[in-house]
């Protein structure tokens, strides 16, 4: 028998324009497909196929999982890289509320995603107006909105030395003003300036030595550049060198950087 066809679309997070920002593809698993049709390897064989920093899949929330109670719409969401499934994800769950919202198959201002991280809420926000925010056209109909997103808190510890080896070839000379780490297996590495964390340039395999999933590295923003903070964030051993990563903003209140 003949697999379903899958809806999907790929779409460009934090961009103003098109072919530009972060991409990712969200894929609408319907039907036999939604019902236990597709396993995990299967979805990471799509995520390869791609061949992107993320592919997230959405299956509808049965009644008794979204909560007959629950006047919002509710998703499964799992997000998956070239080479692995990975527990939250920014610009995954920001692509995947824009699919929803402008595809019309939801009709209402927010949306709850069930995940492996707790439900997240997306939400329509029409007040917003800043930098980047789009004119979204759909049905004839041209609305500017920004989605929020809420997003659980990630509390930051200490580190070991020995989770972060060979600092001076990692960074290939940057000093370092602070180094901490997260429970959701990141390490986070503060630098003097926004400037430094910009022009860095790491030495990937030895960012493949450190301890746990990525490294995140962020200062404070230039006086003047209309930004409060500079982060990026390489993940090379979930075959993403780099990426920008929405769900690491919720660490940076936690270090004092914002």
Request: net charge negative; with cysteine.
């Amino acid at each position: 028998m003949a697999r379903q066809a899958v809806r999907y679309a790929v779409i460009d997070a934090f961009a103003d324009t098109p072919f530009k920002g972060n991409p990712a593809a969200v894929c609408l698993l319907d039907g036999e497909d939604a019902e236990g049709g597709v396993d995990d390897q299967w979805m990471l064989s799509v995520a390869k196929e791609f061949n992107i920093p993320m592919t997230s899949f959405l299956t509808r929330a049965s009644p008794s999982t979204a909560d007959g109670s629950a006047a919002n719409p509710r998703f499964h969401l799992r997000w998956f890289t070239p080479v692995a499934e990975v527990k939250l994800c920014g610009h995954g769950t920001l692509a995947a509320a824009h699919f929803l919202l402008t595809s019309g198959l939801v009709e209402c201002d927010v949306i709850e995603f069930i995940t492996e991280s707790g439900l997240l809420t997306a939400k329509k926000a029409h007040g917003l107006q800043h930098q980047g925010a789009p004119n979204i056209s759909f049905n004839g109909t041209v609305e500017k909105y920004s989605i929020e997103l809420d997003f659980p808190v990630v509390p930051v510890v200490g580190y070991e030395s020995a989770e972060f080896p060979s600092i001076p070839e990692t960074l290939n000379g940057v000093s370092i003003k602070n180094v901490l780490k997260t429970t959701s297996d990141d390490l986070i590495v503060e630098l003097a300036s926004g400037k430094e964390v910009a022009d860095l340039q790491p030495n990937f395999a030895e960012l493949e030595k450190c301890a746990g999933r990525g490294v995140i590295f962020t200062g404070l923003a230039p006086t003047g550049s209309g930004f409060d903070f500079f982060t990026r964030f390489f993940c090379p051993k979930n075959g993403v060198n780099e990426k920008c990563h929405g769900s690491v903003k919720v660490l940076l209140p936690e270090i004092g950087v914002i």
